[in-house]
C-alpha cells in the first residue's frame, strides 16, 4: 500500500514525529497532489472513524507548545465517549485538515475546540440514533462505553461504533444543535492528562521541524545583506563554487543562495559568501531618537474610545509616560523550512503558523496554482507568533525551484533569525488621569505603534524573499493596526475616557509578537492605576476592586491576593510586592498577578523572586496545560520586561547574537505558581496570552514597592534606578 492509499484508507495518518526519518512526512515521487476543497461544516472534515476501532482527528491549528493537541483529543474524547488511546490527530495540513487560518489569538480552543467538540457531539448523536435502530431499543435508554453502544437493560444488546459504520465516513454536516455532554459528567475535561510531547522534547528525542531528515535532501544557507535596503552588487562565485561539496550557487535579484551535499559544506560556503560578498548598504535612524521620531513622524491617528466629558485638561492631576523596545521572538531553534519540485507539484513542510495562508504566499511568490502546492505544518522549536516560519518556507521554495526533484532543506543561522525576523514592535504609551473623591474621573491614553501583523496571508509582497526578487513589490505599513491598541481600553470604570492610537512606521520589521500590543499597554496601564492609587493614598488591591463591576475580574484579584496574604503583608525594607490584572484583550482570560521583588543595594541590584498568579479562561480543559501556559507567559514576560531590548545602529541591528540579545537564564527565572478558576458551566476563552501584559506591571509595580523609584522604560534594569 502506498503513501496516498494509505491515507484516503484508514485516515489514520499519526503526526506523532516519534522516530526518524518521519514516516508520516516522506514526500511521495510525484510531488504535491491535486488539493480537495475540505467543507468545515461537514463531520468528516473534523474528524473520522477508522474501521480498526481508531478516531483521528483533524484540526487547522498548529501545535506550539500551547498543548492543542492533548486539549483537542480530551474534548473529541469526551464528546464521544470514546478512550483516549483511540484518539491520533493531524495537525495543519492543506491536504487534510480544514483551513483555520492562522493559530495566533490564544484561539485554539475558542476555535478548532469546540468546532471539534460540536462534530464530536454530532457524530455521536448520529451514531446512537444508527445504533437505536440496530437494537431496536429506544435512543434515550441508550448509553455509550468506549465506543460501545450499550442498552444497560439488555445487557446483551451492544454494538460499536465502528460495526455501526463499516469502514465508510459518518456523513451529515454539523448542525449545532447536537447536545453536548453535560459537565457534571465530564470524565476528561478539566484534568490534567500528560502531554505526549512533553517526554519527547525533555529527552531530546526528534519532534521539531528542525529535526526532519529525507534521504535524498541537500542543505542551504541564504546570504543575507549587512542592513535594511542593502542591494548586492557582487560575490565571489567562482571561488565558492570550487569548494567541497556544493551543488548550486542561487542568484535571483538580491536573494543569494548556496546549496551543498552536507550541512557544514552549506555553512562553509555562506561564510565565506558572506564574508567577500560586496553590497551598497541602507542606512538606519538613530535608536536614540526613536521615541521622539513616534511623536513627530505619526501618518494617521484613531480615537479608539471616548466616553464622557474628554476635554478635562484642567482636572489631570498625574501624567506619565512608558516606553518598549523592539522585542525580537528570539526562537531557540532558527527558522527551518524543507521544499521539494517537481513537474507535478510543490511539497513544503514548515512550522509556519498558518498552513493555508502560506500556500497562498507562495503561490503568488512562484506563480503556480494553490492546488499544486502541498503545505504540511511540522512543529518548530520556539516557534510563535510572526517569527522567522513563512519566511525560510518561501526561501527553501525558490531554491527548490532551482533545483528542481530534491528535497531541499535550509535552516536560518542564528544571525538571520535575530537580524531578520519580524520584531514586536516598540511602542510609546502616554496616560493622564485625574481622582475625584477617591476614584478615577478621567482617564486618557495616547499610544504611538507601528503594525503589530503583517503576516502574509496571501500576499507574496510581505515575504522577505519577494523583497529581495521583487523589491518594487514591498508593501508599505499604513493605517492604525488593531493590534497596536489591544487593551488600551480598561474595564475599570471612569467618568471619562479617552483613547487615541497613532500610527508610526518605524525602521525595523515588525509583526507578530505574543499578545501584540497588550503587553505594552497592559504594562502601561496598570503601571498608571498603581500611580493613581498612590496618589490617592490607598492600597492597590483595594482601588482596583472598588472601580470593578465584573464578578469574575474581581474573582482573580481577590484571589491572588488571598494566595499571598495581601492584606496582612507588612512594609519590609527593600523587598516589595506588586498587583496587576488583565482580562485579555477585554474577552478572552481574565488573570491577576503578584510579582515579589528583593533589593541588594551593597550589589546595586535586584531579583525577581517570585509570581504568583491566578486565572479564569471559563471552562478548563487540561488544568496542566492552562498552568503551563500561564506560567510560560509569565516567565517570558519576566524576560521581556527586565533583559530584552534589540539594539541597532546606522549599520543595521547589533542585537545578533545571545551576548547581545540577552534572555532570562535559569538562574534568574523565579518561582512561579498559577490558581486556576475553573468555570466548566461557562466556556473556554483564549488564555495563551493572558499573562503577558499584567506580569510586567506587576513586576514595574513591586519595584516601586521596594525602592520607591517608579522605572517607566523598559526593560527595568538596575542601572536605571538611583543608587
Not at 264 to 283: C, D, M, N, P, Q
Not at 638 to 660: C, M, N, P, R
Amino acid at each position: 500500500m502506498n503513501r496516498k492509499e494509505f491515507i484516503s484508507t484508514t485516515g489514520q495518518l499519526i503526526i506523532g514525529f516519534h522516530l526518524l526519518p518521519f514516516l508520516c512526512c516522506t514526500p511521495s515521487k510525484g510531488g504535491a497532489k491535486i488539493a480537495r476543497a475540505i467543507d468545515s461544516n461537514n463531520i468528516d472534515a473534523w474528524l473520522k472513524l477508522s474501521d480498526e476501532g481508531k478516531v483521528t482527528l483533524l484540526t487547522g491549528k498548529m501545535e506550539l507548545g500551547q498543548g492543542i493537541r492533548i486539549a483537542l483529543k480530551q474534548i473529541a474524547a469526551e464528546e464521544l465517549d470514546v478512550d483516549l488511546s483511540r484518539i491520533h490527530i493531524i495537525i495543519a495540513d492543506t491536504e487534510h485538515t480544514p483551513d483555520e487560518r492562522y493559530t495566533a489569538g490564544s484561539a485554539s480552543i475558542e476555535n478548532s475546540g469546540m468546532s471539534i467538540r460540536q462534530a464530536a457531539a454530532e457524530a455521536r448523536y448520529r451514531l446512537i440514533r444508527m445504533a437505536a435502530e440496530k437494537l431496536r431499543s429506544p435512543f434515550t435508554s441508550l448509553i455509550v462505553n468506549d465506543g460501545l453502544v450499550l442498552d444497560p437493560s439488555q445487557p446483551d444488546k451492544s454494538i460499536s461504533y465502528w460495526e455501526l459504520l463499516k469502514g465508510k465516513a459518518i456523513q451529515g454536516t454539523i448542525s449545532g444543535n447536537a447536545p453536548l455532554k453535560n459537565p457534571k459528567d465530564y470524565r476528561l475535561i478539566g484534568k490534567s492528562v500528560p502531554r505526549e510531547d512533553i517526554r519527547t522534547m525533555v529527552t531530546g528525542t526528534s519532534y521539531y521541524i528542525q529535526d526532519l531528515r529525507f534521504p535524498d535532501m541537500l542543505h542551504a544557507r541564504v546570504v543575507r545583506p549587512p542592513s535594511y535596503d542593502a542591494k548586492l552588487l557582487s560575490f565571489p562565485e567562482k571561488e565558492v563554487a570550487k569548494m567541497d561539496g556544493i551543488r548550486k550557487i542561487i542568484r535571483n535579484g538580491d536573494f543569494l543562495a548556496v546549496v551543498a551535499q552536507e550541512e557544514y559544506h552549506a555553512i562553509r560556503a555562506w561564510e565565506y559568501l558572506r564574508s567577500f560578498s560586496k553590497w551598497k548598504t541602507g542606512v538606519l535612524p538613530s535608536q536614540q531618537i526613536l521615541f521622539e521620531d513616534m511623536v513627530h513622524r505619526s501618518k494617521e491617528v484613531k480615537v479608539v474610545e471616548a466616553k464622557g466629558d474628554t476635554n478635562k485638561p484642567n482636572l489631570t492631576t498625574i501624567e506619565a509616560t512608558y516606553t518598549r523596545p523592539y522585542h525580537m521572538h528570539g526562537s531557540i531553534g532558527p527558522s527551518c523550512a524543507l521544499a521539494r519540485w517537481s513537474s507535478k507539484g510543490l511539497t513544503v513542510w514548515t512550522h509556519s503558523q498558518g498552513v493555508y495562508p502560506l500556500r497562498k504566499s507562495l503561490s503568488d511568490l512562484v506563480d503556480l496554482p494553490e492546488e499544486s502546492i502541498h503545505v504540511i505544518g511540522v512543529p518548530g522549536s520556539g516557534c510563535y507568533g510572526h517569527n522567522g516560519a513563512d519566511d525560510v518556507a518561501a526561501d527553501a521554495v525558490l531554491i527548490s525551484q532551482a533545483l528542481p526533484e530534491s528535497t531541499i532543506r535550509l535552516q536560518w543561522m542564528r544571525e538571520d533569525e535575530h537580524c531578520w525576523e519580524p520584531y514586536g514592535s516598540a511602542m510609546r504609551i502616554q496616560l493622564n488621569g485625574s481622582l475625584h473623591e477617591g476614584k478615577i474621573s478621567y482617564l486618557e491614553t495616547q499610544l504611538w505603534s507601528d503594525t503589530h501583523s503583517v503576516r502574509p496571508g496571501g500576499q507574496a509582497s510581505l515575504l522577505l524573499a519577494a523583497q529581495y526578487i521583487h523589491p518594487k513589490r514591498q508593501a508599505e505599513k499604513n493605517g492604525v493596526s488593531g493590534g497596536a491598541y489591544r487593551n488600551a481600553i480598561p474595564l475599570y470604570n471612569t467618568d471619562s475616557l479617552k483613547v487615541t492610537a497613532y500610527a508610526f512606521q518605524g525602521p525595523l520589521r515588525t509583526s507578530a509578537l505574543r499578545s501584540l500590543g497588550a503587553y505594552a499597554n497592559i504594562f502601561a496601564l496598570e503601571s498608571f492605576i498603581d500611580e493613581l492609587a498612590s496618589r490617592g493614598k490607598q492600597d492597590p488591591a483595594s482601588f482596583r476592586l472598588k472601580h470593578l463591576n465584573d464578578a469574575r475580574a474581581i474573582a482573580v484579584i481577590k484571589a491572588v491576593c488571598n494566595k499571598v496574604n495581601w492584606s496582612q503583608r507588612k512594609e519590609r525594607k527593600d523587598y516589595g510586592l506588586g498587583l496587576a490584572f488583565a482580562q485579555y484583550k477585554n474577552h478572552a482570560a481574565y488573570f491577576a498577578v503578584i510579582a515579589e521583588v528583593a533589593v541588594d543595594r551593597s550589589r546595586k541590584t535586584f531579583k525577581l523572586t517570585k509570581l504568583t498568579g491566578a486565572i479564569d479562561a471559563g471552562q478548563t480543559i487540561n488544568t496542566d496545560g492552562l498552568k503551563n501556559q500561564t506560567e510560560g507567559g509569565m516567565i517570558q514576560s519576566a524576560s521581556w520586561t527586565l533583559f530584552e531590548e534589540v539594539k541597532y545602529s546606522a549599520d543595521g541591528i547589533q542585537s545578533d547574537t545571545w551576548e547581545s540579545y540577552p534572555i532570562m537564564r535559569f538562574s534568574d527565572v523565579p518561582e512561579t505558581e498559577v490558581i486556576v478558576i475553573d468555570r466548566p458551566e461557562e466556556k473556554p476563552m483564549g488564555a495563551g496570552e493572558a499573562a503577558q501584559g499584567p506580569t510586567a506591571a506587576a513586576i514595574a509595580n513591586a519595584l516601586f514597592a521596594a525602592t520607591g523609584q517608579r522605572l517607566r522604560n523598559l526593560p527595568l534594569r538596575a542601572n536605571k534606578l538611583q543608587w
